[in-house]
Each structure stands twice: as structure tokens, then as C-alpha cells.
């Protein structure tokens, strides 16, 4: 079966830090991956998607980046955090055949202080 | 993408059927609705999703109406797990991307 790790789970950086978010997946191939961000109270915005291996699409411009080294390893990573950086890091997963589920990771909590 | 209306919360009885709606007036033919739900610190999960017709699986039942405008999720027999908030989606396709709101916030009470 397919599963979704995530880490850290929790992390407190302070401002003007790099940070670096690690998502894999296992039991599947070639996968869709997507990032995504939920600052407090709010809903979930879409960060990065990518298709394949170095195929990155943005959809908010930002201080963030994304790769994707290996098929199933998805990198979050920022050089220098900001306070409006701070929310709650969900990596995701769809196939890339015709279907219509995302699987959702556990998830990080980041605090910029 | 359509952009999708739902009221912020719900309150449901404990064993009653949870009826959540979700306005896509601006729906397009080939776009599919898509039901998420949210448990608090948790990734969303994947709960039914359907193009035209009513669909049903073992979560819950999707009810479109005729003219694609509007749909309503049904929890049968809300449980006091079923608290979450449940985000409505409009996508074409399977697709890349997939736009979540607010959500309504439903809550369960004994």
C-alpha cells in the first residue's frame, strides 16, 4: 500500500533562517506531487506541483521553493524565512493516471519567531 | 476553475444525517465536484467526488443537481468522528490543481 511521510512534524525556526521540508512516498510511481500551506484559521493554498523528476510549477510567487530530486522525494525550502512563512506544510500525492484522489501527508507545523 | 460558495459552519446531531451544501453556479460542463474533509492537524482526506449523476460509497452520499449549479454532501449518520471541515471543490478532470476555501467547520454534538 501506499504511504506519505512527512519531517519534521513540528519545527520552530527564527526569522531570516533557511528551512528545508522533506516529503516521500512509497508504494507508488511517478506520482504527482503537490505542496501545500494553511496559515491559522484559514484554507488551503496551493505552494507547488510537480509532475516528474525537476518539473516544478509555482502557483504563488514567494520566498519559497520546491524540488524534486528522486520520483517519490519532494523538497520544501526557503533561504531566508519570514514571519508570514509560519502555518501548517502539507505534502500530497496523486497518481499520474486517470484518477481523482489526493493523499495528504500528516503534515508540518512551522513556527517563525 | 469555478469558484465555490459554503456556509462557514454546521451543527449536527449525533446519529442524524449531516446535509452540508456547496453553491458552483459558474460551473462548466466538463468540471468535475470534488469533496474533502479535514480533521483539526491532520491532512485532508479524500471523501467522494461525481461529474452529473448522484454518487454514493461507504463515507458518504453526493447529490448534484440538474442544472450542475449546486450539490449537497450527505453524512447518513454523523458521528462525533465526522467533525471536520469539509471543503468543496471544483476541478476539471483528475488535474493538477486543486483549490481549497474555507470550508464549513461541522460540528457533531452529542
Known amino acids: 500500500s501506499q504511504t506519505i511521510h512527512q519531517w519534521p512534524a513540528t519545527l520552530v525556526q527564527p526569522v531570516g533562517s533557511p528551512l528545508s521540508l522533506e516529503c516521500t512516498v512509497e508504494g507508488t510511481s511517478n506520482p504527482n506531487l503537490y505542496w501545500y500551506r494553511q496559515a491559522a484559521g484559514r484554507g488551503l493554498q496551493l505552494l507547488f506541483y510537480?509532475?516528474?523528476?525537476?518539473?516544478i510549477s509555482s502557483e504563488v510567487p514567494q520566498n519559497l521553493s520546491a524540488s524534486r530530486p528522486q520520483d517519490r522525494q519532494f523538497i520544501l525550502s526557503s533561504k531566508k524565512l519570514l514571519l508570514s512563512d509560519s502555518g501548517f506544510y502539507l505534502c500530497a500525492w496523486r497518481t499520474s493516471g486517470n484518477t481523482y484522489e489526493q493523499y495528504f501527508g500528516p503534515g508540518t507545523r512551522l513556527t517563525v519567531t | 476553475d469555478a469558484k465555490t460558495t459554503q456556509p462557514p459552519s454546521m451543527d449536527c446531531a449525533e446519529g442524524r444525517a449531516a446535509n452540508l451544501p456547496c453553491n458552483h453556479s459558474?460551473?462548466?460542463?466538463?468540471?468535475?465536484v470534488y469533496w474533502y474533509r479535514q480533521i483539526h492537524s491532520q491532512g485532508p482526506q479524500y471523501i467522494i467526488h461525481g461529474l452529473k449523476n448522484n454518487e454514493t460509497n461507504e463515507m458518504a452520499s453526493l447529490i448534484i443537481t440538474e442544472d450542475r449549479k449546486s450539490s449537497t454532501l450527505i453524512l447518513p449518520h454523523a458521528t462525533l468522528r465526522d467533525t471536520a471541515v469539509y471543503y468543496c471543490i471544483v476541478r476539471v478532470g483528475a488535474g493538477n490543481q486543486f483549490y481549497f476555501g474555507t470550508g464549513t467547520s461541522l460540528t457533531v454534538i452529542p
Open positions: 459558474t460551473i462548466s460542463g466538463n468540471e468535475y
Open positions: 510537480s509532475v516528474g523528476i525537476g518539473q
